[in-house]
């Protein structure tokens, strides 16, 4: 028996320990770093709430512990966040800090239930636009609010009043005040831009500790952060309100909303930095409840997930949640043990903090990425009413600003009118609704009687005001002697509008084939018990370069232009001259693809036509084609010929059908192919296949073709059922014709799996 040595042996399982062990050696390093981003930030929030300052540390601290644990984002970091600073702000003032405890409460009950209904993702519907246009709102009330406090006076009780007096604060500025707030602004400005060693330290703490140490050293007489011997000590209880219980309900409500949808983004956004497990948004909401419950009742800020920190505990290195709780053990750490260090800090640094937090929320690639995507109105009309009037009125403008943009979308309609050498042609896109009619009135009163006109339809939707215009104005205007043919793309609404009978449900009409695929008699006439007489004679290609003119040429110039120069196609196509084999059709390809050569019954004359041979030589030597594809098709009237006996025609047609004569020699002789296992029902169509075989053979004898390095040129063969409009792809492992989605091969690019040559 053969001994394993140490080599052979497998990996020992890891324990739980080694894997807790290795998580913590990321995790603590990066909970601290959270720790020393969240204390400032926390104060400077309850700050500019009117809150007690060591509601903040409580908020940081539940949400490290709670949040951490409960919540469902993995590496997201939970705390109080400026984007509550105004609602809460205004809750202190209107029913006391007690009270408005209560309502954190409350929310977070609310936040619960929410999370409990599993309707989290519901709360991503608000438009993007409107909750970065709310946030750059706050952003600028809280800086309009904190420069009074960095020039030394007291802000004022709404953004107005505060933007008002800023000139006359900025003439009566308090000198130690103003250089702290500034210097600490500045700092954090240029935090940013110093080497990555420095950078290591967080800014905001950097910033808040060094003009905390400058000040003390200078002996500057400043205002500083008031906190009681023990900070953490429990000695009340959230109190209800006295009355005004729709208001109190109603903020509980806001806040509960706004703290679910923040929360909810961070969550999102989180998730896009790191690789590990997905947020389960449900629980995510669930958690935050559970936190704010937790933090109302001991005395502290609402709690939601804070992008910033999740952020930094991300780039961290965190690679579990105990980074997050972690980081609220810190804080209660520091809280107890270090509490006199709070109170050396100035007010004017956590307002310097503070504007600089809330310029930072006016973020400028937001905003370029609201107006790249046509929202621009709606961050606007948000940010100006939450400024103007107050947080939930400014989402309430932005909400109906949004309905409004957005019904504008669904019913935009384009109208048109112009002149063309066959009369007037009305085109019509988009939602045709009653909205639209006094535009459309216009354009189809400007229409001379008695003239021919085209009433383009390219409508979503077309509505009985719409219908009853369009219908009454085609009356009026062919008993003046004109005419009105009507062209529809997509849904037929009004297929049947000169009866006055709307097509109003899907399966009361065929949907009509896109004119790019369908032939001109599709989309050029209208059946005759319609429109019996809006054209004269049949559908001409001069019909079809026209509309090409109108509606294609500008569409595809951009790109006829990048292939002007060089020409290299793909595929040299050999396929019927049948009108109803359409080669980019058929092959989904566009201009530059396809070389392709037709002739009657896809035939390669061995030696005997110079043409084909010359179109195999220029498309394999010059061009470079990397595939060759014989394409034939069921219904070949060169087929039936073969079969049935000399076609009607002239000596010329006789002459080049006896190119095929080998391929009728193989299909007598050579045992019958098949079409995905069926052999075909007539016996022309069974000879095209073997058309396409034969054909093929004669290509690898082309002297150009089999000069060429093996393995370089592909050999297709292709029959395409007009009937069934199907593409069917030979292979030889078979001897069968395949349907085509069957032979690609996803692993390979998507190239069929059958080189031939």
């Known amino acids: ?167 006359g604060q900025v003439l009566d500025f308090h000198g130690p005040s103003m250089s702290v707030g500034l210097l600490t602004i500045g700092l954090l400005v240029v935090w940013p831009r110093l080497p990555a060693a420095v950078r290591r330290v967080p800014g905001p703490l950097a910033a808040v500790v060094a003009v905390t140490v400058l000040s003390l050293v200078a002996g500057m007489t400043l205002d500083r952060v008031g906190v009681p011997d023990h900070a953490l000590r429990i000695d009340f209880v959230p109190a209800l309100p006295d009355g005004e219980w729709l208001a109190f309900t109603f903020t509980a409500l806001v806040i509960a909303v706004m703290a679910s949808t923040e929360s909810l983004l961070s969550a999102v956004a989180a998730d896009r930095l790191h690789g590990g497990p997905r947020a389960d948004l449900d629980r995510e909401l669930v958690g935050q409840g559970a936190a704010n419950i937790v933090s109302g009742s001991l005395g502290g800020l609402p709690v939601t997930g804070v992008i910033i920190r999740s952020t930094t505990n991300i780039a961290a290195g965190a690679r579990t949640r105990a980074a997050a709780v972690l980081h ?77 943009l957005t019904l504008r979308r669904l019913l935009w309609t384009g109208i048109r009118a112009e002149q063309d050498s066959g009369g007037w042609r009305i085109g019509v896109e988009g939602a ?56 529809e793309r997509g849904y037929p609404w009004f297929a049947h509008g000169k009866a006055g009978t709307p097509t109003v449900g899907m399966a009361a009409a065929r949907r009509t084939v896109p004119r790019w695929f369908a032939p001109w008699s599709d989309w050029q006439r209208v059946a005759a018990t319609v429109m019996p007489t809006q054209r004269s004679g049949p559908p001409s290609v001069l019909d079809g370069t026209a509309e090409y003119e109108r509606r294609v040429a500008g569409l595809v110039g951009p790109m006829s232009r990048r292939l002007a120069n060089p020409h290299k196609p793909e595929t040299l196509f050999l396929t019927c001259g049948d009108a109803r084999i359409v080669p980019n059709v058929i092959t989904s390809s566009g201009p530059g693809d396809l070389f392709t050569v037709r002739n009657i019954g896809n035939l390669a004359p061995a030696g005997a036509d110079d043409s084909v041979a010359a179109a195999v030589e220029f498309a394999v030597g010059t061009l470079g084609v990397r595939e060759i594809a014989v394409c034939g098709h069921s219904s070949c009237g060169a087929m039936k010929a073969l079969v049935s006996g000399p076609p009607a025609g002239g000596p010329a047609l006789s002459s080049w059908l006896r190119h095929a004569l080998p391929s009728l020699d193989r299909f007598r002789t050579s045992p019958p192919l098949t079409v995905d296992g069926e052999l075909p029902a007539v016996e022309w169509d069974r000879l095209a296949l073997h058309n396409v075989l034969t054909q093929l053979d004669r290509l690898r004898a082309h002297p150009a073709v089999a000069a060429v390095e093996q393995g370089r040129l592909r050999l297709i063969g292709m029959y395409f059922d007009v009937t069934a409009a199907r593409v069917y792809l030979h292979d030889p492992a078979t001897d069968d014709f395949v349907p085509a989605s069957s032979t690609v091969d996803r692993s390979a690019n998507g190239r069929p799996t059958d080189p031939v040559a």
């Open 1 to 167: 028996m053969i001994e394993p040595t140490n080599q052979d042996l497998p990996p020992p399982a890891r324990t739980w320990v080694s894997r807790v062990r290795n998580s913590l050696k990321h995790d603590i390093p990066a909970s601290l770093v959270v720790f020393l981003v969240a204390v400032p930030m926390s104060l400077g929030i309850a700050f500019a709430s009117g809150a007690p300052l060591v509601a903040g540390l409580i908020a940081a601290i539940v949400g490290g512990l709670v949040a951490g644990l409960l919540g469902g984002s993995p590496l997201g970091v939970s705390g109080p966040t400026a984007g509550q600073t105004v609602i809460i702000a205004e809750a202190v003032q209107h029913f006391g800090w007690p009270a408005t405890c209560a309502v954190t409460v409350l929310a977070g009950l609310v936040q619960v239930v929410l999370g409990w209904s599993r309707v989290a993702r519901a709360a991503l519907a608000i438009s993007p636009a409107i909750v970065h246009g709310m946030l750059a709102g706050i952003g600028v009330m809280i800086v309009l609010a904190q420069l009074h406090v960095v020039l030394g006076g007291d802000m004022q009780t709404s953004p107005v009043d505060n933007l008002v007096e800023l000139p």
């Open 432 to 487: 045709l609704a009653a909205v639209s009619i006094p535009r459309l009135s216009v354009v189809l009163n400007s229409i001379p009687a008695g003239a021919d006109v085209t009433l383009e339809l390219v409508v979503d939707y077309l509505d009985h005001a719409a219908f009853d215009t369009l219908s009454s104005w085609q009356q009026a205007h062919e008993r003046t002697g004109g005419t009105v043919a009507v062209e």
């Open 328 to 404: 609220g053990l810190w804080i209660l750490l520091f809280v107890v043990l270090l509490a006199g260090v709070l109170r050396t800090i100035p007010l004017a640094a956590l307002a310097g903090l503070l504007v600089y937090v809330g310029a930072r929320l006016v973020d400028l690639d937001r905003v370029r990425a609201v107006r790249r995507h046509g929202d621009l109105l709606v961050y606007l009309a948000t940010l100006a009413g939450v400024v103007v009037l107050d947080l939930m009125s400014g989402v309430l403008v932005g909400l109906g600003v949004t309905a409004v």
